[in-house]
Nanobody, 122 residues
């Protein structure tokens, strides 16, 4: 069993930056791939970024590539999402998730956090 708690969301203006954190409890954090997803009102949950167990592989949605950076600190059981140059269309609830491999598919992740709201005003 893995429990995930996201933090760092908030209300910012377009062009600002935020860093989301996701703290994991439970054993073997370093054995899991981690992903970030987001869901805007009335829309389906969409992939944002993912990172492999051993830091070597990262994946990004085209919409955030070059602006967002995913990273992890296995010693702290934490994954981060650095979000720069935020746009109003980035407004959503952001979720972190744990899974066996760093895919773009929500169905491949086993555990999810409760989400943190990010709102970007124009």
């Amino acid at each position: 069993q893995v429990q995930l708690v996201e933090s760092g969301g908030g209300l910012v203006q377009a062009g600002d930056s935020l860093r989301l954190s996701c703290a994991a409890s439970g054993r073997s954090f370093s054995s899991y791939a981690m992903g970030w997803f987001r869901q805007a009102p009335g829309k389906e949950r969409e992939f944002v970024a993912a990172i492999s167990r051993n830091y070597g592989i990262t994946r990004y949605a085209n919409s955030v590539k070059g602006r967002f950076t995913i990273s992890r600190d296995n010693a702290k059981n934490t994954v981060y999402l650095q979000m720069n140059s935020l746009k109003p269309e980035d407004t959503a609830v952001y979720y972190c998730a744990v899974g066996p491999i760093e895919t773009v598919l929500p169905s491949t992740y086993n555990y999810w956090g409760q989400g943190t709201q990010v709102t970007v005003s124009s």
